[in-house]
Every structure is written in structure tokens, then in C-alpha cells.
């Protein structure tokens, strides 16, 4: 992707779609606070489907090393925003 | 200490094989597995670049692409330009296979280094480098070598000599 006009807002939006799809539940139950460990039922192979549909999405590369400084919702959106606008 | 190398190398092996087994990815095998990580989750690879990263010849990678295709882990196409350039990529199932495989060794490290502290941690990271720096040089003495067990008597009457 790496549009200029990408907003963090659409990305949150984004990113909570991708992620209730792949856990097989709605948007509404997601919100930028929650945690990955504890409050998301993610199961690792669920995660890495999640990770690889959002760098597909934007064209981005998330390595486990960016990986491991995420624990939100937020934390994730923050990452993928730095990187879907340069 | 060579005993317990090779046991090490033997049981890592065996335990990544056991746990693709027992996983999701249980069509694979570690041959192939280790093909998806040389070709990476991200750009498109030559099979040429792919070969040499593997130490095989493009001719082997070829049946085991075939395979990897078939299995829907792999990607192939001819390069739009130059017809001869052959670039293969993972498909999104491939991404994950080769991302939960990399995760299983990085898993693996972590608890093998989770009871050390700092300063041992760095001396155990240090001896480890050396020992694969070591490895790494005596495998390089294979390179383009026609006959393997000349080099083998070589690397073994050079070891004894160091010993000494």
C-alpha cells in the first residue's frame, strides 16, 4: 500500500477486521486496548495468519523482533501505521 | 564433547521433525521445511540463488518444488522479462509454515538461554558463535570439492595435528 493519506483510524479499523475474521468473531467484541496474551484468543498459528494478512494488506514485513515489542491492539496499529506511511 | 554435539545436533533434528509431526504442517517434511525458510516469507527467489543458499544443485530443488507446489506451499513463475529466470515465492500458506517453523527455533533458544543470566547468556552466545564459526569453515573446505573423502581425511589429519 503506503499511501500518504492513510490514517491511523483507518488502520485500527482495518486491522480490527482482519483480525475478527481470523478469529472468527465480530468487530464489535475488539477494542484498541485489548492485549494480545491475555485478553485476544489467539492460538500462535492463528496470530501468524493475522500477522502475514496484515503485511500482505499493506505491503509491510512484520519480523518476530518488531513482533515481540507489541502487546495491544494499539501497539500493533502503531507499528503497522509507521510503516504503511513512509 | 563431541558425543554430546552430536547429540544435540541429532535431537534437535529429531525434535523439530517430531514436532512438524504432531503439528499442522505434518505434510511436510524437515528437508522441506528448510526449503521454504531458503526461499523466506517475503520477495520472490531465484531457483538458482535458492539452490546455492541450500548447498543444492538447482536440478534437486527443481523435484522438491515440484513437490512444494503440488502442496500448495510454493509459488512459481517464469520472470516476466527474461523467460529463462525461474522465481519462485511462498504462497500464504507457506508464509505460515515457514513463520511458525522459525518460531519453534526461536522458541527453543529462549528456553535454553532462560536460565542464565546476562553475563552468562553473552559468554554462552560467544562460544556458540565460535563453534559455528568453526563448523562454517570446515564446511566451506567442501566447497567445490570433487572428492568429499579426500577432503574428509584432510579436515581429520589437520584436527589431529591442532590436537597435538
Avoid at chain 1, 483507518?10 to 486491522?15: A, T
Avoid at chain 1, 493475522?50 to 500482505?56: G, N
Avoid at chain 2, 511462498?90 to 536460565?115: D, E, Q
Amino acid at each position: 500500500m503506503g499511501e500518504s493519506n492513510i490514517t491511523r483510524e483507518k488502520i485500527l479499523e482495518e486491522v480490527i477486521r482482519i483480525m475478527a475474521e481470523t478469529l472468527e468473531i465480530s468487530p464489535e467484541e475488539i477494542t484498541a486496548d485489548l492485549n494480545f496474551n491475555s485478553d485476544l484468543p489467539f492460538d500462535s498459528l492463528q496470530l501468524y495468519e493475522f500477522v502475514i494478512d496484515v503485511e500482505e494488506h499493506y505491503n509491510i514485513r512484520l519480523p518476530d523482533e518488531l513482533l515481540d515489542e507489541v502487546k495491544t491492539v494499539n501497539d500493533i496499529v502503531d507499528v503497522v501505521y509507521k510503516l504503511a506511511v513512509k | 564433547m563431541s558425543e554430546a554435539l552430536v547429540r544435540i545436533f541429532e535431537n534437535v533434528v529429531l525434535t523439530e521433525e517430531k514436532s512438524l509431526r504432531a503439528g499442522y504442517f505434518n505434510d511436510l517434511s524437515i528437508a522441506e521445511m528448510h526449503t521454504l525458510t531458503a526461499i523466506g516469507p517475503y520477495d520472490a527467489r531465484t531457483m538458482t540463488n535458492t539452490a546455492e543458499d541450500l548447498g543444492i544443485t538447482t536440478g534437486t530443488l527443481t523435484v522438491a518444488i515440484d513437490r512444494l507446489v503440488k502442496k500448495g506451499y510454493v509459488h512459481r513463475e517464469r520472470d516476466k522479462r527474461d523467460k529463462r529466470i525461474v522465481r519462485i515465492s511462498l504462497t500464504h500458506n507457506g508464509k505460515l509454515a515457514c513463520r511458525m517453523n522459525s518460531k519453534f527455533h526461536r522458541v527453543l533458544a529462549k528456553h535454553i538461554l532462560a536460565g542464565y543470566d546476562e553475563a552468562d547468556r553473552k559468554k554462552l552466545l560467544d562460544l556458540v558463535n565460535e563453534v559455528d564459526q568453526y563448523v562454517e569453515q570446515q564446511l566451506k573446505r567442501y566447497e567445490g570439492s570433487e572428492n568429499v573423502r579426500a577432503t574428509a581425511r584432510q579436515v581429520a589429519k589437520d584436527t589431529t595435528k591442532e590436537k597435538k
